[in-house]
């Protein structure tokens, strides 16, 4: 079976997505009022890792205009649109996004939910937006250029994009249980890696029967390089480890890595 890189892969993802948010997944689990009254009140955080962002990327958001990029689900937006930011929660999924609006109807907060790809922005004017929050999402497009690209078009000079995406080395493994169970990393995949043209036909039929969402693993030349070419500057870096590791590489490297990147000023022509 081969899959051709088209809207396909975005269909199947938008539907795992979809079904993940009627399970309750742990990224679809919308936060409860005593977290809204909290952050109305100050007390409030947001995660692109599993822990707490490292100190000073944030700071106020009272008055500034956010993009929450495919990271709907009822637990971002929300939080920050209460602590007195002007949210927008763009996202695949529309049962993600129906997470974030229940929320919003309960506690009466105001922000705009849009659906659509990350890759495809056209619908914001340049420089509409102070800061953008990305959390672990890219890995489910296979170019993730075009992210970088409309990130750095939609942010306002100087505006900030917070994002976090997982190690490239998390994708290059084997993993038949067989390897995990003699505590044994084969190498298997040259990056960047697809679901789609990387996966045996089985395995990949498989996948999509069990209506899991198909992945990609990009470098850094992508992840990080991508936003520099985009124009952006690093201005702050971050690893995690998985607290759960899931592939017994995950136990010697961190999964997570974050960034904090700053839009550069746009030339004056």
């Known amino acids: 079976m081969t899959m051709p890189l088209s809207n396909n892969f975005l269909r199947h993802n938008q539907q795992a997505w979809d079904a993940q948010a009627v399970q309750n997944s742990p990224w679809s689990q919308p936060v409860d009022c005593a977290t ?23 700071g106020d958001v009272q008055g500034k205009r956010i993009l929450c990029l495919a990271g709907a689900g009822g637990q971002q937006a929300p939080v920050l649109a ?63 250029a075009p992210v970088w690209r409309e990130c750095a078009r939609v942010l306002a000079d100087g505006g900030v994009l917070l994002s976090s995406f997982f190690n490239p080395a998390v994708f290059i493994g084997d993993r038949d249980p067989q390897w995990a169970k003699q505590g044994l990393i084969r190498p298997r995949f040259v990056l960047p890696y697809s679901d789609v043209e990387d996966m045996p036909a089985d395995a990949l039929a498989a996948r999509m029967d069990r209506g899991e969402a198909l992945l990609f693993g990009h470098g850094l030349d992508s992840q990080i390089g991508g936003q520099l070419a985009a124009g952006f500057v690093l201005a702050g870096y971050h690893e995690e480890m998985h607290p759960q590791p899931r592939f017994e590489i995950e136990k010697y490297l961190p999964s997570f890595i974050a960034t904090r990147a700053v839009r550069l000023a746009r030339a004056i022509a």
Do not use: C
């Open 36 to 58: 809204i009254a909290a952050a109305r009140a100050g007390q409030w955080q947001i995660h692109l890792t599993p822990g707490p962002l490292p100190a000073g990327w944030l």
């Open 82 to 144: 209460a602590a007195g930011a002007h949210v927008t929660v763009f996202d695949l999924s529309e049962q993600q996004l129906a997470k974030d609006r229940m929320v919003a109807e309960r506690d009466g907060l105001h922000l705009a939910t849009v659906q659509g790809d990350m890759r495809d922005l056209r619908r914001f004017a340049d420089a509409s937006f102070d800061l953008i929050v990305h959390p672990v999402s890219n890995q489910y497009v296979p170019d993730i």
